[in-house]
């Protein structure tokens, strides 16, 4: 959990640079870079252009670190929603709502 939050921190820090922001083009190579097998249409560069303006709340064109953060609590919620489906389909542990 630790090395986590390191990770999620150290990994903004490195492609802000010396800026308090991901600039369009940073927030594009950060995607593609570290997101590929996480997400779909990395590849994409409309679709990240697409994907920054969905998480830009100040419509400033940049993404701050708490913009950032809204995208790794989608990727994060997205990923454990993803692991009870596969649970279930495998008919393994039920979801913890399933349980009496
Ligand atoms: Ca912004």
Redesign the pocket.
Known sequence: MESAIKTVVEVYLKFAGTKE?LSGSAFQKMVKKQLGNIMTDTDSSGAIKEMRQGL?????????FP?YMTLVGYLANTLSEQKVKDQEAAGGAPAAQEIP
């Open positions: 922001n830009d709340d100040n419509q400033d064109g940049k993404v701050s913009e």
